[in-house]
């Protein structure tokens, strides 16, 4: 998992959403570590926790 690298989130709020990393910030201990993604549908950013992140290829086509 890099910056840029295009992912979908897979649990959360923000289920289902396929972006591009723009950040990651790893925590150790009890905080989870987040990454920041812009989301590729209306180029709004958010956070989410790095566990609930998967790296997708940029070929991939997904039905919505």
Known sequence: LGEEKRVMVTEGRHQGKIGNVVEI????GPKASE?????????EEFRTALDY?????PDLELAR
């Open 25 to 28: 910030t790893k925590r150790f």
């Open 35 to 43: 990454v920041i993604i812009k989301d590729e549908k209306d180029d």
């Open 53 to 57: 992140v998967f790296v997708i290829g």
